[in-house]
């Protein structure tokens, strides 16, 4: 019984990776437009370019496969993902790997095969609105009464993919009933093709995020990422450089408070209570990796009610992790941040 079942497994196995075999050659065998990666326009589509058994091995090979889910959370209502209309843009050779780019109404699907046709993940980039538009767009947030939002390839390396995130949209707070959305909130992604099963990693740069998706047990999870306001003290001529920031937070599973240090300085930072017989406590992480949202959640790290500490240049994240807090719409703690810069 033992020997049929694995087997069974490895017919199994063998039936994957022949799938892939064949989607590979389905892709590798077309004339791209280009052959470096880009989101230029083309004109023909698979239904244009591939005979009709052909479409149908490649969308029965698309339904199997997963594919990286970014943090982008625009709906593309109306949008076609049927194989039929996906446009071959580029297929772009790079180390071991080669990137096949199809475009369709949500941005370009990007595959990437290992050059013996091993597929190894699918994403997509080259969402939203173009880098170019969004930095004209960014020039005057004051005038931004929608939201601006894309995805985009920062660099495509051998054995790695960086993409960036940007968002921006104006905030109505009234009763001082969530955080304002000061700055574009900024996010790196990273994809590291030398893993077995490429994840996507993220670091948040600038700016506010709020996630909300279901955690494994289907229970609704909200995590959220806070780039306070800081100011800047007044001080004396000879006196070091200090700053200060005061914040409420509000309801989440997690709160990430980003801490952007442009020099060594001696911070303080202090939580209280807005909640009766609840007290909340605090973790300092450093900012100087790529990470997924459980990797954050789950990093171990000592947790305090009070720190003064000297800290070295660089990024930091203040998580407070208060899972047992009941929802409310008024904040549930504040907290209190005194930085000084150590000459």
Not at 235 to 250: G, K, R
């Amino acid at each position: 019984m033992l020997i049929l079942v694995l087997l069974l497994g490895s017919c199994k196995s063998l039936f994957l990776d022949k799938q892939q075999l064949v989607a590979f050659k389905v892709l590798d065998k077309l004339n791209y437009p280009y052959q470096e990666i880009t989101n230029d326009n083309v004109s023909k589509s698979f239904s244009d370019l591939l005979e009709e058994k052909d479409i149908v091995l490649l969308e029965d090979w698309r339904k199997s496969t997963s594919i990286l889910a970014n943090l982008l959370q625009a709906e593309c209502a109306g949008c076609s993902n049927k194989t039929a209309n996906l446009k071959p843009v580029y297929k772009k050779a790079k180390g071991k790997f080669i990137h096949f780019g199809l475009k369709d109404d949500m941005g370009i699907e990007n595959l990437v095969f290992k050059k013996n046709g091993r597929f190894l993940t699918r994403f997509y980039m080259f969402q939203g609105e173009s880098n170019e538009k969004i930095n004209e767009e960014l020039k005057d947030t004051q005038d931004i009464d929608y939201v601006v939002e894309g995805v985009y390839p920062t660099a495509i390396e051998p054995k790695s993919i960086y993409l960036e995130h940007i968002e921006f949209q104006n905030s109505v707070i009234e009763d001082n009933s969530w955080y304002p959305a000061m700055f574009p909130t900024k996010i790196r992604y990273r994809i590291d093709l030398a893993e077995k099963n490429p994840v996507l990693r993220f670091k948040i740069y600038n700016g506010l995020y709020s996630y909300q998706k279901p955690d494994k047990n289907g229970q609704n999870q909200i995590v959220n990422f806070v780039e306070p306001l800081v100011y800047a003290n007044a001080v004396a001529i000879n006196e070091p450089m200090s700053y200060s920031s005061f914040t409420d937070a509000f309801y989440a599973n997690a709160t990430f408070f980003l801490l952007d240090l442009e020099e060594d300085a001696e911070v303080s930072i202090r939580m209280k209570s807005k909640m009766k017989e609840m007290d909340f406590r605090f973790s300092v992480l450093e900012n100087n990796d790529f990470f997924t949202m459980e990797e954050y959640l789950q990093k171990g790290s000592p947790t305090f009610d009070r720190y003064i500490h000297s800290l070295d240049k660089g990024s930091y994240l203040i998580r407070v992790l208060h899972k047992n807090a009941d929802y409310m719409e008024s904040p549930l703690y504040s907290i209190e941040m005194n930085i000084t810069n150590v000459h």
